[in-house]
């Protein structure tokens, strides 16, 4: 799907990084804000990461084994990442 910077999804989670938070997965460092790019988990609201390397932790887990790499929180997580559109493979 396609949306207009309008009508795109947005995480309903309000929550603003720590300055000097770094991606959960990767280690780099995140936006200061939820971006496009730029998602936290909403359960914890602490465990932040980047779309590229949520998507990629999507691919190699499915959708029985994605969680938060934080809290390990499952259904609340695969729901939001579903939403803002993380494809989970099934397997």
């Known amino acids: 799907s396609s949306f207009c ?6 995480q309903e989670v309000e929550a603003t990084p720590e300055p000097g ?3 959960i997965i990767c280690m780099e460092p995140v936006d200061e804000r939820k971006t496009f790019k730029t998602m936290v ?14 998507q990629g932790q999507a691919l190699r887990s ?18 939001d990442m ?9 397997r």
């Open 41 to 54: 988990c909403p359960e914890c609201r602490t465990a932040w990461f980047h779309r590229d390397c949520i």
């Open 82 to 90: 579903f939403v803002m559109g993380i494809r989970i493979p099934f």
């Open 62 to 79: 499915g959708f029985s084994a994605l969680r938060c790499p934080l809290c390990r929180s499952s259904r609340p997580f695969l729901v």
């Open 5 to 10: 910077p309008t009508h795109r999804p947005e």
């Open 21 to 23: 938070t770094e991606c």
